[in-house]
């Protein structure tokens, strides 16, 4: 799987169609399939459409919505840098200037942050400056990555918390690892990993993928190879071991396990490949299995509207990676979940552009980080079309 990800990473390929865009920011426009033709032009009218509201809500000062956290900033960029409306080679001017924002936020050690939520924001930084293909851009990211992989934890030397090491946390306060800053961060180093490899200024430390694995590992409802309590069996994932924002489930035999999701299982799918599995091995097996028999664009599964768009955005992220292109449900249905997220994404946005959930669950409310994931979905499902046989 290694060498699959990264020569992906390098030519484009459907793996990760514009996961590479620090190496072409934008995306080779999809052959028109007969199963995609009448949904594609609806698409790239909805991104643009979109990143046309976002560049009305951009402050003077060139960043969205709150100086403090720069994500906002860093999707809005990327949402905009991805479109495939974009003229090759062409950064609009009004993301030259977030992007002196956002440059301007980068910390001595390398982080990208205003205050709190440190690992959150890095990697959403490195993610917009990858997106650009500038050289000016290569130290700060080489600098970033560099924090995000002095975040890993290592506590190896303390019983009691060793089921966090190998993760990656928020940083700051809340130090002990959770699945979705480990994503989040392994993401931002994966996308950016060709950078540090072809730099030749100074030797770049990586991540311990091993650790981490292990960490990632201890977060799946999988009785074969978690050594965790309460672990249920169906391949699901968890926000971290020992707790998931989906509660508990009581069984049949009386036992209380912990309830995965749908938002954190596409996210653990998506650091497995990350993380070398091979699709044969069980832990990813368990997780297309449950993520199949769960499949649905109408909520979250587990949480409901909670979190609804930034599921969206991981799950077509994380079937890209897996090579998807039909879900099987338990029933035996076949599902084109391009063309049902897609669906659901157009008819949700609204006259003015913008998308936002009623539920207000992780800042859902707010239409400018909506908005962001909502196109970055459609961005991606547009990039990962897959082109039609020729004959």
């Known amino acids: 799987m290694k060498n699959l990800i990264t020569s992906s ?7 990760t169609a514009y996961h590479s865009s620090a190496q072409s920011p934008i995306p080779a426009a999809p052959a ?60 609009p001017e009004h993301i030259q200037k977030a992007y002196t924002w956002l440059l301007s936020k980068q910390k001595d050690y390398g982080a990208i942050y205003v ?79 060709v950078i540090a490899k072809d730099n030749t200024v100074d030797e770049q430390v990586d991540l311990d993928w091993d650790s981490a694995l292990d960490f990632i590992t201890r977060c799946q409802n999988l009785e074969e190879t978690n050594d965790q309590p309460n672990v249920s069996n ?24 912990l309830r995965g999701y749908g938002s954190i299982s596409y996210a653990g799918l998506m650091t497995m490949l990350y993380a070398d599995l091979e699709k044969d091995d069980p832990r990813v097996e368990s997780a297309l299995e449950w993520l199949n028999n769960n499949f649905t664009v109408k909520e979250n599964p587990g949480m409901g509207q909670q979190g609804l768009y930034y599921y969206f955005h991981v799950m077509a992220k994380a079937l890209t990676a897996a090579n998807v292109d039909f879900i099987i449900t338990k029933d035996g249905k076949k599902i084109d979940w391009r063309n049902e997220l897609a669906s659901v994404i157009l008819s949700a946005q609204r006259e003015d552009g913008s998308w936002v959930n009623a539920n207000s669950r992780w800042w859902e409310n707010q239409p400018e980080l909506v908005t962001s994931y909502a196109v970055l979905t459609l961005e991606q499902i547009h990039a990962s079309i897959p082109q039609k046989a020729t004959e």
């Open 9 to 15: 990473i390098i030519t484009l390929s459907v793996l």
């Open 115 to 193: 205050k709190g939520l440190a690992t959150y924001n890095t990697s959403t930084g490195i993610m917009a400056l990858a997106a650009s293909g500038d050289p000016a851009h290569t130290q700060p990211i080489l600098k970033a990555r560099a924090f995000l992989i002095g975040q890993q934890a290592d506590y190896s030397k303390n019983k009691a918390m060793d089921k966090y090491s190998g993760g990656i946390g928020y940083g700051g306060t809340y130090t002990h690892s959770d699945m979705s800053n480990t994503y989040l961060a392994i993401e931002a180093l994966k996308i950016s990993e």
């Open 32 to 91: 028109t399939t007969d199963s995609h033709a009448s949904i594609i032009l609806e698409i790239e009218n909805s991104i643009k459409t979109g990143n046309l509201y976002l560049k009305g809500a951009q402050s003077e000062a060139g960043f969205w919505k709150d100086e403090v956290i720069p994500s906002y900033t860093s999707l809005a960029i990327t949402a905009a840098m991805r479109s495939p409306n974009r003229e090759a080679g062409k950064t």
């Open 234 to 257: 169906d391949g699901s994932f968890v926000y971290f071991p020992g707790n998931s924002k989906a509660g508990t489930q009581k069984n049949a035999d009386g036992t209380e396990t």
